[in-house]
């Protein structure tokens, strides 16, 4: 079931950080918003590009520099690592990394997990990089699975999630 608060949040980073262009590249979207830290106070999102990164991606607040970094293995598949660039932008938006604490550690972005964390943080990756409408355009336009997930510069198996859930695509996964 996806939440309402993480479709809000989703929504509210397009609007202020989106060109409006496709496909959507989520280093923008981080480049052009701050989050809110526990108090009336905002800080900037550095994304960075580590090749031989241990895990998929991590999140935490840098305190020596006063910021929240994102950074994602990239030696990875282009598409993989916009979701997960994505995904743990979904993190911090959503309040999942504060200061003072351990960084958020993704081994692997899967597309189910039991921890509710998870499931937020990407169902706030598929609809900042897959919105709805824009889906409905692509999907009206091309009958491509693979030529949409193109468009978007996302896996074929994330689009076929995002519109299984949008009830585009009547097929159960195993
Ligand atoms: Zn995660």
Redesign the pocket.
């Known amino acids: 079931m996806a939440k309402p608060m993480v479709t809000a949040a989703a929504k509210l980073a397009l609007e202020n950080a989106w060109d409006g262009l496709l496909p959507i590249d989520p280093r923008e979207i981080a480049n052009g918003i701050l989050v809110s830290g526990r108090a009336d106070d905002y800080y900037p999102i550095h994304v960075e590009a580590i090749p031989d990164l241990e895990y998929s991606?991590e999140?935490f607040f840098d305190d020596a520099r006063q910021r929240f970094v994102c950074r994602f293995k990239s030696s990875e598949y282009p598409t993989r690592n916009n979701f997960t660039i994505a995904?743990?932008l979904?993190?911090i938006i959503l309040g999942?990394v504060n200061k003072g604490e351990r960084p958020?550690?993704?081994t692997r972005?899967r597309m189910f997990s039991n921890?509710s964390?998870?499931v937020d943080?990407?169902q706030f990756a598929a609809e900042l990089l897959m919105p709805k409408k824009e889906i409905l355009t692509a999907v009206d336009r091309y009958d491509s699975l693979d030529k949409v997930a193109r468009i978007f510069q996302v896996s074929s198996t994330a689009m076929s999630y995002r519109l299984k859930n949008l009830g585009l695509l009547s097929v159960e996964f195993a």
Request: no cysteine; hydrophobic share 20%.
């Open positions: 991606g999140a995904h743990e979904g993190h999942h958020r550690r993704d972005v921890d964390k998870e943080a990407n």
